[in-house]
């Protein structure tokens, strides 16, 4: 079945410093997501990717974040200069074209900030 | 905003015993969606019920719907050890564009 893929599983990172999370949507997805969980918290939705262009974007994904989907398969989020309070298990996910389509999501990222 | 709660926060049965878990929301969805996480895991889909669906079956699973309460419930029959993990409702609204807004979860322990 195919599935969402993440890399890195496990980064940490020292406060202040860029992180690059990586992600590989399955294959014929249009529609793509980042969302996070802090420890022991619920998921929170980041952003929602589409058509090349952030289609929506939640509070939490501030100046600090950014997305970019750089060749047809790869979806990227990047955070500038990172906060201890940003580490977080971060999740990509995708989904296809039909309306109400299943969202189907990563492994996800663990990020720790030290 | 709207909110997915889920009832209870934890539940602990004995292999064998069905599980019932709860979860509420406050505006109106498109669909609903259920996902299980376990510890220090990815979120597995395992079930999507649309607004106009009432119940819906799939191996052990039933979810059912009701949107007039604005409620959905799962039901795991005949659980399992590893059925042990955390399960999230998470739904899809009319208005709030693609974005999932997930529940807090209820902490399924099955004991062997």
């Known amino acids: 079945e195919p599935e969402v893929t993440q890399t890195p599983s496990h980064q940490v990172t020292q406060m202040g410093q860029e992180v690059i999370l990586r992600c590989v949507p399955i294959s014929n997805h249009l529609y793509f997501y980042w969302y996070r969980q802090i420890l022991g918290q619920k998921v929170e939705f980041l952003v929602s990717f589409y058509n090349n262009e952030i289609s929506e974007k939640s509070e939490i994904f501030d100046d600090q974040f950014s997305v970019e989907r750089p060749d047809g398969s790869n979806f990227t989020l990047k955070i500038r200069s990172t906060k201890l309070e940003d580490s977080a298990m971060y999740f990509c996910?995708?989904?296809?074209?039909?309306?109400?389509?299943?969202?189907?999501f990563g492994e996800g990222s663990w990020l720790t900030v030290v | 905003s709207q909110q997915g709660e889920e009832d209870p926060q934890a539940l602990s049965i004995q292999e064998g015993e069905n599980a019932t878990m709860n979860c509420s929301y406050k505006?109106?969805?498109?669909?609903l969606q259920w996902y299980r996480q376990n510890s220090g895991r990815g979120l597995v889909h395992l079930i999507l019920i649309r607004s106009n669906e009432r119940e819906k079956h799939s191996g052990r699973l039933r979810v059912t719907l009701d949107t007039s309460k604005k409620s959905s419930s799962l039901l795991i029959t005949a659980s399992r050890a590893a059925d042990t993990a955390s399960y999230f409702c998470?739904?899809?609204?009319?208005?709030?564009?693609?974005?999932?807004?997930f529940g807090e979860g209820t902490q399924l322990t099955v004991n062997p």
């Open positions: 998470a739904t899809l609204g009319e208005t709030s564009g693609s974005r999932l807004t």
């Open positions: 505006t109106s969805i498109n669909n």
């Open positions: 996910a995708s989904r296809g074209t039909a309306t109400g389509n299943t969202i189907y």
